[in-house]
């Protein structure tokens, strides 16, 4: 779900789009693929994954390089409780978390 996303906003926004995924061929072809440290300097991340696990864990390796000001916004599926605690701990470094899922 997240190449076709990263393809779309590419082509229509006109900015530069990272896309990271752990099995590259996924976004081969799509946009530059980058490192999960590549795309946690971005400005701006969107996190397009599978469920509660994996926003975890990616959730978790971003706040290791958050900063003032980043937006990570989370288009995947996970419990309330999950955002609130990403939410709570990007605030705590100055940084901003939505809650987006795409349903």
Same mark, same amino acid.
């Given at each position: 779900?997240?190449?076709?996303?990263?393809?779309?906003?590419?082509?229509k926004?006109?900015?530069?789009?990272?896309? /990271?995924?752990?099995e #590259?061929? &996924?976004? @081969?072809?799509?946009?530059?693929?980058?490192? +999960?440290?590549?795309? *946690? =300097?971005a400005?701006?991340? /969107?996190?397009?994954? #599978?469920? &509660?696990? @994996?926003?975890?864990?990616?959730?978790?390796? +971003?706040?290791?390089? *958050? =900063?003032?000001?980043?937006?990570?916004?989370?288009?995947?599926?996970?419990?309330?409780?999950?955002?609130?605690?990403?939410?709570?701990?990007?605030?705590?470094?100055?940084?901003?978390?939505?809650?987006?899922?795409?349903?």
């Amino acid at each position: 779900m997240g190449a076709p996303m990263c393809r779309n906003l590419a082509r229509k926004s006109g900015a530069h789009v990272l896309a /990271f995924d752990k099995e #590259p061929r &996924e976004v @081969e072809g799509v946009l530059r693929a980058a490192s +999960l440290q590549d795309a *946690a =300097r971005a400005e701006i991340v /969107f996190l397009s994954l #599978p469920g &509660e696990p @994996e926003v975890r864990a990616i959730g978790t390796a +971003l706040l290791e390089h *958050a =900063r003032p000001g980043q937006v990570v916004v989370d288009c995947s599926t996970s419990p309330v409780s999950l955002a609130r605690e990403l939410y709570r701990a990007f605030g705590e470094k100055g940084a901003h978390f939505a809650d987006a899922p795409v349903a």
